[in-house]
């Protein structure tokens, strides 16, 4: 079964990693940075506008 993704995006404060809420999903759904195991992300809007094109 997919999952509906939702789009979110963390930044690490420490490393400044990005790191996409499905990540974090897939290791548990702890908040924390999958790079340097940091605990405190900020929240990030994702800088891509959702588009669909009609064919
Ligand atoms: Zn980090």
Redesign the pocket.
Known sequence: MEKTPTGTVYE?V??G?NVPSEELELRGGEIK?I??G?RILKKKKPPVVKRIQAR
């Open positions: 690490c420490r490393c990693a940075c790079v340097c940091y």
